[in-house]
């Protein structure tokens, strides 16, 4: 089970109002090294399962990436990180989105302006469907830097702190790329960015010598349907934990009869032994407006 990690309230405080959260140093070396070597063999195979490949051959990576090399199933259950997203999100939740990203640098003669992706809210299909007005909080995206994001333009995830509250999007000087207080977090390998599918994120320019790698796990409500995935393999179910296998939508004990309240939920059994809330109600943008 989760071991004890309580997060402290201006964590959240911060989580809420800014959108975003950074643990430094939520892997070791020892992780790290191994995380690339996992991704390292992927995107060097001609495996095509969950293959995300842009087309202009500056981001490779794969979708559903925690069941495509057993090194990153320890990432589900992260003993450091998830109970940190329980006290961001509430315990209701599952894994939605595990996604390893490769990103290349740029051209020599791509403009330091060079947005990849460009300026965007996460959970496409539901933005689609809702826009900025309506949104909710329904996902949250715990992004693992695997190389060294100290310097300026090394490809980092651009934020733009405040914006998850928006109604639209956020505003832009004239003439300029990034909106009004747009920031480069400065992250070292092990480095966490925690933050929302609300928050506007955008690719910073990559002038770095080597491709930037990261591996980003998404956790949203059991009630929201993932997006890599329907059930996983019984093959890889087989390989996790109980906790593991409840964070992939399985269920903790069979019951025949109907329950409303989705059956016995382990990580809201560890909130209530350690009185943290079972449930999160964040601020709307639609009650700003």
């Known amino acids: 089970m989760l071991k004890y990690h309580r997060v402290p309230d201006e964590d959240i405080q911060h989580f809420d109002q800014q959108g975003y959260l950074i643990v430094r140093n939520a892997l070791d070396e020892e992780t790290v090294e191994r995380l690339i070597r996992a991704g390292d063999s992927l995107v060097t195979s001609d495996l095509r399962t969950n293959r995300q490949l842009n087309p202009t051959g500056l981001y490779d990576g794969f979708r ?10 320890p990432l ?7 109970p940190t997203v329980v006290h961001l999100l509430g315990a209701n939740l599952h894994v939605m989105t595990s996604h390893l ?8 003669d791509a403009p330091i302006s ?13 933005m689609h469907d809702m826009g900025n007005v309506a949104i909710p909080r329904l996902l949250v995206k715990c992004a693992y830097y695997l190389t060294d994001l100290t310097e300026k333009n090394r ?3 651009m934020i733009t702190p405040g914006s998850h509250l928006l109604t639209d999007r956020p505003e832009l000087h004239d003439g300029e790329v990034d909106p009004i207080g747009a920031i480069e977090p400065s992250l070292a390998p092990g480095d966490c960015l925690i933050f929302e599918n ?10 770095g010598p080597d491709p930037r790698k ?3 796990i998404g956790y949203g409500y059991r009630w929201v349907v993932p997006m890599d995935y329907v059930r996983q393999e019984q093959a890889f179910i087989d390989k996790l934990t109980p906790l593991q296998r ?10 025949e009869e109907f329950q409303f309240q989705g059956g016995r939920n382990p990580i809201a059994e560890w909130c209530d032994k350690h009185e943290i809330p079972r449930a999160r109600h964040p601020a709307t943008q639609a009650a700003i407006a």
Do not use: C
């Open 76 to 82: 589900i259950d992260h003993e450091r990180i998830l």
């Open 64 to 73: 559903n990436s925690i069941a495509l090399h057993d090194d990153f199933i």
């Open 101 to 108: 990203i490769v990103k290349q640098p740029d051209s020599e």
């Open 114 to 126: 060079t947005r990849l992706p460009g300026w965007h809210r996460d959970y496409a299909q539901a």
């Open 198 to 207: 609300r928050l506007f994120h955008a690719g910073a320019a990559h002038r």
């Open 155 to 157: 490809g980092v995830t």
């Open 246 to 255: 409840y964070l992939v939508g399985e269920e903790l004990e069979h019951v």
């Open 214 to 216: 990261a591996i980003m």
